[in-house]
Nanobody
Framework: QVQLMESGGGSVQAGGSLRLSCAVS????????MAWVRQAPGKQREGVAA??????TYADSVKGRFTISQDNASKILYLQMNSLKPDDTAKYYC????????????????????WGQGTQVTVSS
């Protein structure tokens, strides 16, 4: 059974940086389709970064500030977040799609059927 465990969240001031990690267990490798998704109180879930067979995609709101990467040997997915803004405050989730169809958008959140518990990121002004 595939499990995802996020870590690395915390509280930072605007302009600061954080690196989130998502450890994959119960699977031989990092699934081909992975994403970081966030949800702020009272708002819908938002895909912020995704990686599909090595190709990364970013939401416009984080492009140029966030970087998604993976360590295949350690089976860890990362999200490097720089120049953080108060609007980035949310709970961040790691999500996986084992099937990883090429025909579905990386930000079609319904495709992700495995989710971690999330890690809170709070950015103060």
């Amino acid at each position: 059974q595939v499990q995802l465990m996020e870590s690395g969240g915390g509280s930072v001031q605007a302009g600061g940086s954080l690196r989130l990690s998502c450890a994959v267990s119960g699977y031989a490798a990092i699934p081909g389709c992975m994403a970081w998704v966030r949800q702020a109180p009272g708002k819908q879930r938002e895909g912020v970064a995704a990686i599909k067979w090595g190709l990364s995609t970013y939401a416009d709101s984080v492009k140029g500030r966030f970087t998604i990467s993976q360590d295949n040997a350690s089976k860890i997915l990362y999200l490097q977040m720089n120049s953080l803004k108060p609007d980035d405050t949310a709970k961040y989730y790691c999500a996986a799609d084992i099937v990883c169809s090429r025909y579905r958008s990386s930000f079609d959140l319904a495709r992700y059927h495995i989710w971690g518990q999330g890690t809170q990121v709070t950015v103060s002004s």
